[in-house]
């Protein structure tokens, strides 16, 4: 059962990183153009630094990812704290790209939601909890940079709407992946019971 958790687990962090790769080369290249805008455009803050920091930070995670997979398949054996970890670490990068393409109003936004939603669905409750926290502390950062110092946020009730949003969605996928959990272990007990009924019969 072990053995099994952990090669579902492998799998899941591969397709991630491989996700993870091509949104690199996305974002990073609609970066680029907005470099090459004037700074009206684009603002003054947003320069090849910070893009070449941020595509760092997100190639070193997924780096270190795909040598932890690699080790796991040699092994059998996954980290459990390698999902959280790369649940966060693609929070922080969304939340990075977002403070200069319009914060609460970029384009980048929903994106959040993949995130929590895909990750609710493959791991359960217990990470769905730790992505919407992970996701109200992120946001409101972004939220403080965007309207720091006077903090009027235009749309507050909006903003509050979206927080709300984003627990009911990340709870419910989190309880539904609980469910399939449950019933998937319901139907293993009753395949294993018949298994032991029909050999009891032949002997």
Do not use: C
């Not at 952990?6 to 690199?24: D, G, M, P, S, T």
């Not at 995130?115 to 409101?140: D, E, K």
């Amino acid at each position: 059962m072990k053995l099994e958790k952990a090669a579902w687990e492998i799998k899941n962090e591969k397709n991630k990183a491989n996700v993870r790769w091509l949104l690199v080369l996305v974002i990073s290249g609609y970066f680029a153009y907005l470099i090459s805008q004037p700074e009206t455009v684009r603002g003054p803050f947003l320069n090849w630094f910070y893009v070449g920091a941020v595509t760092a930070f997100v190639a070193v995670v997924n780096l270190s990812v795909m040598l932890l997979i690699r080790e796991g398949l040699k092994t059998g054996e996954f980290y459990p704290f390698v999902k959280y970890a790369t649940m966060l670490a693609d929070l922080m990068a969304i939340s990075l790209a977002l403070i200069f393409t319009g914060g609460s109003e970029s384009m980048f936004f929903p994106v959040y939601f993949v995130v929590i939603v895909s990750n609710s669905l493959r791991y359960g409750m217990r990470l769905a909890i730790t992505g919407v926290v992970a996701f109200n502390v992120l946001y409101v950062l972004v939220l403080v940079h965007q309207y720091y110092p006077h903090m009027n946020i235009p749309g507050f009730q909006k903003e509050l709407l979206k927080v709300g949003g984003f627990w009911l969605i990340g709870l419910y996928t989190g309880y539904l992946s609980r469910r399939f959990e449950m019933l998937q272990g319901e139907v293993e007990k009753y395949e294993q019971l018949l298994k032991e009924t029909l050999g009891q019969k032949s002997s």
